[in-house]
């Protein structure tokens, strides 16, 4: 299903004015396409994310999934449609202490009304947890961690995969590791994948990659549009 949002304008207040969050923003995603968000901070990719997922009601414009504008609906209703269309990777996976990775699946399977143990263990094992089923986060890795937040996200099908800055707390191979498989499952679930990032290092995984600024979307770039830029000049060695 295509993820569209159209000439979203977003305001908070602040004290006797209003902060302009989203600016005629706007950006499509069809179904098995990965587009990543970047941006400095306070452009608006957060609030973009909220908007998209249906947290936030935009002052105006529109939040489409499969052609139907869902950000009208009531409340109730767009709380179904979050439940059972929407998957969230949250930055900091937000996984909860008590529970074992099985457990974390299982409880989002029991919200959609789908609690299949077998299909969590399909996406743990599809995410490379095999074996580390029984395990609380503590007992996991911080990217065994974010990794468990992303099958956590699939639990319920959504057509829409929403993903807040995978890798900012990963060294640069785990980061890798996590946009490479945010990648597979985009293209093998036909998710339309939105992932907000700081993360340049991994944009060649995106589809395309749209810049914010002062609560406006940039014109979609392809990867092969960022090719040269992802080469380091020569007095400036890469990262280590």
């Known amino acids: 299903m295509t993820l569209r949002l159209e000439s979203l304008r977003l305001l908070y207040p602040d004290g006797d004015r209003d902060l302009v969050a989203l600016d005629d923003a706007a950006l499509t995603v069809e179904a098995g396409e990965l587009v990543a ?7 608006g990719k957060s609030s973009l994310l909220a908007v998209a997922g249906l947290l936030v009601t935009p002052a105006s414009g529109t939040v ?7 950000s009208a609906r009531s409340p109730a209703a767009r709380d179904r449609v979050r439940r059972e269309r929407i998957g969230f990777v949250f930055q900091q996976s937000n996984l909860l202490a008590s529970l074992t990775a099985l457990d974390q699946l299982m409880l989002v399977g029991t919200m959609v009304g789908r609690p299949r143990e077998d299909r969590a263990h399909e996406l743990l094992d599809r995410v490379g947890l095999t074996g580390k089923e029984h395990r609380r986060p503590h007992q996991l890795s911080g990217g065994e961690r974010q990794r ?4 956590r996200a699939l639990m319920g099908d959504p057509a829409v995969l929403l993903v807040d800055e995978p890798t900012s707390a990963l060294d640069r191979e785990r980061g890798r590791q996590v946009m490479t498989l945010l990648r597979e499952i985009t293209k093998e679930s036909a998710t339309a994948t939105v992932v907000v990032t700081h993360d340049v290092e991994h944009l060649d995984l995106a589809d395309k990659t749209v810049t914010m600024r002062d609560g406006r979307t940039s014109k979609p770039l392809a990867d092969h549009d960022l090719l040269p830029a992802r080469k380091a000049p020569a007095d400036h060695p890469p990262r280590p």
Do not use: K, M, N
Request: proline share 6%; no cysteine.
């Open 148 to 151: 468990v937040g992303v099958a």
């Open 37 to 43: 968000v970047t941006g400095p901070s306070g452009s």
């Open 64 to 70: 489409r999934i499969a052609g139907q504008d869902v």
